[in-house]
Nanobody
Framework: QVQLAESGGGLVQAGGSLRLSCAAS????????LGWFRQAPGKEREFVAH????????VYADSVKGRFTISRDNAKNAVYLQMNSLKPEDTAVYYC?????????????????WGQGTQVTVSS
């Protein structure tokens, strides 16, 4: 079993940057593909990025491609989301998720564990 805890959210002006972190418990962290999702008020949970178990393959939503970078450190049991050139439409609660698989997925239902989320607010 894996427990996930996000941190690093906050309030930032448009054009700014934030780095989200997700710390995981458990000795089998490297067995999981990881993903970041977000959910804005009144909207469904939306895929942001995912990363393969080994970290050598990443996939991004078109809306964040070129601005966000997902990475992981298996030695530290952590996954990160570097967010640059933030826009007001990036405002949401951001969640990390773990999937017992080599590759991640764009679909929330394919993930086994979720964190509690961290709020990101981008002001215009």
């Amino acid at each position: 079993q894996v427990q996930l805890a996000e941190s690093g959210g906050g309030l930032v002006q448009a054009g700014g940057s934030l780095r989200l972190s997700c710390a995981a418990s458990g000795r089998t962290f490297s067995s999981y593909a990881l993903g970041w999702f977000r959910q804005a008020p009144g909207k469904e949970r939306e895929f942001v990025a995912h990363i393969r178990r080994s970290g050598d393959t990443t996939v991004y939503a078109d809306s964040v491609k070129g601005r966000f970078t997902i990475s992981r450190d298996n030695a530290k049991n952590a996954v990160y989301l570097q967010m640059n050139s933030l826009k007001p439409e990036d405002t949401a609660v951001y969640y990390c998720a773990a999937r017992m698989s080599d590759y991640g997925s764009r679909y929330p239902t394919n993930y086994d564990y979720w964190g509690q989320g961290t709020q990101v607010t981008v002001s215009s």
